[in-house]
Structure formats: structure tokens, C-alpha cells
């Protein structure tokens, strides 16, 4: 590849790769370059987009881990016009376990969904039992506010819920004339982990339950423990 000269010039290199020799060189190289210059663009981005990832979207502003790694005792209270219904409740593994002073009712966790192993099921809304369930119902839900608590490094998130979405989660058929709103309260420690879950309903129950006039209020709570 050198000149006259002795030196290596691109005239003497250009030469070089007209030749025979130099042909059998000059497909090595372009191969090389070529898988070079692949390889680059395949790792590259793609355009300018700045998408958040699904799990980034997907986040709620408190954490649930807790409730979803360990076993954990919690109690379920209905509250009907200031009537309390407590249940206490267990959870162990993949079985959730609630109990009164008289039965025991167990549903059995798979893959976020929840089924009630017996006959007669004590409670209407068991799905609320799950926090998976809970976490998907709440991604349809509006933020209204956080709250911090002066003096206990406790937090509340406030969220708004229509009836129509609850009324979908619950698997009922139900129509609603008007915007229907319903307030769901997620408390937290001082580490943003839930420690209780407040479902005031009773605007989707009253129109699940419309020949029932004596019931002004319906709310559920449930508050977990330490662990089982």
C-alpha cells in the first residue's frame, strides 16, 4: 500500500484495493464495518420519545409491601348507620382467613384474584380483602389530597371513586344517572406504608340497594396488623 516513495498514501491505498489482493481485504473490511455500525444502531434509542415506564406510570404514592410480602392479622369492620360488623382476619401465604365469635370463612389469593372457599359468603365486597385488588381499583381512582397528621408523622391519602368503577369491580350491572362519587382513605405510617384503608361506599350502595331506606351511611374499614 506504500508509493514510490515508500510512503502510505491515500492514492497508494485506493490502489492497494483495486487489486486483486487488495479486493479480498476490502470485503473483510466492509463486512466489518458494517456489522460495526449495525450493532451500534440496534442499541441505540429510538427517536426523541421520553415514555415513563409501565411499572413508573403505574405507582401509587404510598407503599403496600407489608401487605403483600409478609403474613399479617387485620380486622374487617362494616360500619351501617354507626352499627359496627367486625370480623378478625389472617393472613397466611395464599389463604385469607376472616372469623367471627362463630365462623371461620377462608378464601384462597392466586395470581391477584380472590375466591371464596365455602358455601355462603359472610361479607358482599370480600374482593376489598385482597390488596391487590385494592391497588387496581385505586389506579381508576382521582388523588384529591394527602394529608399529613401534625405530631405523628402519619399520612392519608384521599381518593375519589366513581360508582360506575366500583360497580365494574364488583361485577354488578348497575346505571347511574349522574356522577356518583365515593370516597376511599389510604393511612399511612411515617414510611408512606398503609397501615388502614377506609371505603366510604354508600353512594354505590344505595343504588345497589335501592329498596332500602333506613340506611344513611355504609362505610368499610380495614386495618392491618402486626404481622401473623
Known amino acids: 500500500m506504500r ?14 484495493l483495486r487489486s486483486e489482493k487488495g479486493k479480498k481485504y476490502s470485503f473483510v473490511i466492509f463486512y466489518a464495518i458494517f456489522f460495526i455500525f449495525l450493532f451500534i444502531f440496534l442499541r441505540a434509542p429510538v427517536g426523541n420519545i421520553e415514555e415513563k415506564p409501565k411499572e413508573e406510570i403505574s405507582n401509587l404514592p404510598f407503599v403496600t409491601k407489608m401487605v403483600e410480602t409478609n ?7 362494616e360500619i351501617i348507620n354507626e352499627k359496627e360488623i367486625v370480623f378478625d382476619g389472617t393472613r397466611e401465604n395464599n389463604l385469607i382467613t376472616i372469623n367471627n365469635e362463630r365462623d371461620k370463612y377462608d378464601y384462597q389469593e392466586e395470581n391477584g384474584e380472590l375466591t371464596f372457599l365455602g358455601d355462603l359468603n359472610p361479607i358482599n365486597y370480600y374482593k376489598l380483602l385482597s390488596i391487590y385488588n385494592v391497588k387496581s381499583l385505586l389506579k381508576d381512582a382521582s388523588l384529591v389530597s394527602k394529608v399529613e397528621f401534625p405530631g405523628t408523622s402519619e399520612f392519608a391519602f384521599n381518593y375519589d371513586i366513581e360508582s360506575s368503577v366500583l360497580a365494574e369491580f364488583f361485577g354488578q350491572e348497575l346505571t347511574f344517572d349522574e356522577e356518583s362519587l365515593n370516597r376511599i382513605v389510604v393511612n399511612c405510617n411515617k414510611d408512606l406504608e398503609v397501615t388502614s384503608i377506609n371505603f366510604d361506599i354508600y353512594n354505590y350502595w344505595k343504588q345497589e340497594n335501592t329498596e332500602d331506606t333506613e340506611t344513611t351511611s355504609y362505610v368499610i374499614e380495614l386495618d392491618y396488623k402486626e404481622e401473623a
Open 3 to 16: 508509493d514510490e516513495k515508500g510512503k502510505i498514501t491515500i492514492k497508494s491505498v485506493w490502489k492497494f
Open 71 to 77: 403474613n399479617y392479622n387485620f380486622t374487617y369492620k
